[in-house]
């Protein structure tokens, strides 16, 4: 194979083109339907349907240029430790006001039903994390092909879109995208899965949620790389292990090729999509509105002697999503919430032991919940690379790591205790730390003084840092917001 600079694969046949010309013919069922493409094809260049499209279509006809895809930074500068030496047990000195935890009336679970038709006639029919999605799909898009194999070939699949009726399918994602209340990243998921369910041919598919994204104002690209389509993204946070491309001094992540090897060199256009300049936002403020598909966990630990039992359910429907998503920053899994009612069963186990108890000790009682109600181990021993885990995940997983650890006792102390809390990023270390009237070990945030608690150093108290990091002024702090 050879390829050229519009990233073109050229295929030299030993049987030459006679041979070629016979398995087409041979393909009856494929002749008819490329027949049928090519008839489609000719009408869409004179039909499009708004004037920014034929614009559009006309700038990526042009030469495209070579980009050398980098590689994002490790989220660790080092590997973080296989095992952790757990902490003498110390008695520690309840002081402070004591603790009163109030909790809301949990809410009656039902299966969420959208306001619009879960199977039409003609439509695509798929289930999305619990939840039965129809949606129809005008013929015209269904035709649409990324054929030749090469830089026309996307100017083509452009064209039969363009001059599609998408109005109707763009109102619907953007319906089921409120009553879903899906972020970006949710969005984005939902499209990937959509493109799946009309196309067999990956390329069509990533052509489509191309052309989608851009129509819902993300600023995405297409570029070509040994004959296949791939789809580059803008993102407002970092996405680690991941390649990304420099185009006009704007950073595109290949999130498709998230954990992968690298592509190499893509051959694309500078220029977006006229008013497509939205970054996908990984935030989640608020939890998807997925069906109830519930597991229920107990967990048992003990300490000086005493025995604690916590007990709650989880949905799997929104464990699976939170798989989806790739490493971003820090700040996105510190500020996301917990399931309302995965909180509540939780707090109210844990209310059980902190009701009446001075803040010192009630503090001390949550960050040994976390250090003992899971067992350590590194993402790399786990999974095989790193994964940050929301805090729902972390309350799923039998075993987890210093940041999981962080972003769940973070959480349930702001929520709970109502502390201001810090995550503290080490070179090989995820730690936090709190804004409390104690003494002990600290790290100096801005001009206050936050005192340590570290969620993986198991026994450890409140103020107790591990030895090797008491010296080590820390990488950065993730600020926890209101949750």
């Not at 006001?97 to 969420?112: D, T």
């Not at 608020?286 to 359910?313: A, C, M």
């Amino acid at each position: 194979m050879q390829q050229n600079r519009d990233g073109v694969v050229k295929l030299f046949s030993l049987f030459g083109r006679f041979s070629i010309l016979l398995l087409f013919a041979a393909a009856s069922g494929y002749a008819q339907s490329f027949a049928d493409f090519k008839r489609v094809q000719s009408e869409s260049f004179a039909n499009f349907r708004d004037k920014k499209d034929s614009e559009f279509s006309n700038y990526i006809k042009r030469q495209w240029q070579e980009y050398e895809a980098q590689y994002t930074k490790p989220m660790y500068k080092k590997q973080k430790p296989k095992t952790i030496v757990p902490a003498s047990r110390k008695k520690f000195k309840a002081v402070g006001p004591k603790i009163r935890i109030n909790l809301q009336k949990p809410p009656k679970h039902a299966e969420h039903i959208l306001p619009i038709p879960v199977y039409v006639k003609k439509g695509i029919n798929f289930d999305f994390f619990g939840t039965k999605i129809g949606v129809d799909i005008p013929l015209k898009m269904k035709q649409a092909k990324f054929y030749p194999n090469n830089q026309q070939g996307i100017v083509n699949f452009f064209s039969v879109m363009a001059s599609s009726d998408y109005d109707g399918l763009l109102d619907t994602i953007k319906t089921i995208q409120k009553e879903l209340n899906l972020n970006d990243w949710g969005i984005n998921v939902f499209v990937k899965e959509l493109s799946k369910n009309i196309f067999l041919n990956n390329d069509d598919a990533t052509l489509f949620r191309w052309f989608i994204l851009n129509k819902l104002s993300y600023d995405v690209r297409v570029a070509l790389s040994g004959g296949h389509t791939l789809l580059l993204q803008s993102s407002k946070q970092i996405i680690y292990a991941t390649p990304t491309y420099t185009l006009d001094s704007k950073k595109y992540y290949l999130i498709d090729n998230y954990n992968k090897e690298s592509v190499g060199r893509i051959y694309t256009y500078e220029r977006n999509y006229p008013d497509a300049d939205k970054k996908l936002d990984f935030s989640l403020k608020t939890l998807p509105n997925f069906s109830r598909d519930e597991l229920v966990k107990n967990l048992r630990y003990k300490y000086f002697g005493k025995e604690y039992k916590i007990s709650y359910h989880l949905n799997k429907n929104l464990l699976a999503f939170m798989d989806t998503y790739p490493q971003v920053d820090y700040k996105v899994y510190f500020n996301a919430p917990l399931e309302t009612s995965t909180y509540l069963e939780l707090a109210k186990s844990l209310k059980v032991y902190l009701e009446g108890k001075k803040a010192s000790e009630a503090i001390n009682i949550l960050l040994h919940f976390v250090q003992k109600a899971f067992d350590y181990e590194s993402d790399q021993e786990q999974f095989g690379h790193e994964k940050v885990m929301f805090a729902e995940q972390t309350l799923y997983y039998k075993k987890s790591d210093c940041e999981d650890r962080a972003v769940l006792f973070a959480y349930l102390v702001k929520k709970m205790l109502h502390i201001s809390v810090v995550g503290v990023k080490y070179s090989d270390h995820m730690s936090t730390a709190l804004y409390i009237p104690l003494r002990g070990d600290s790290v100096k945030v801005g001009r206050k003084k936050f005192i340590i608690a570290d969620p993986t150093y198991i026994n450890a108290n409140v103020g107790q840092s591990m030895q090797k990091y008491r010296s080590i002024i820390p990488e950065k702090f993730i600020y926890v917001r209101n949750i």
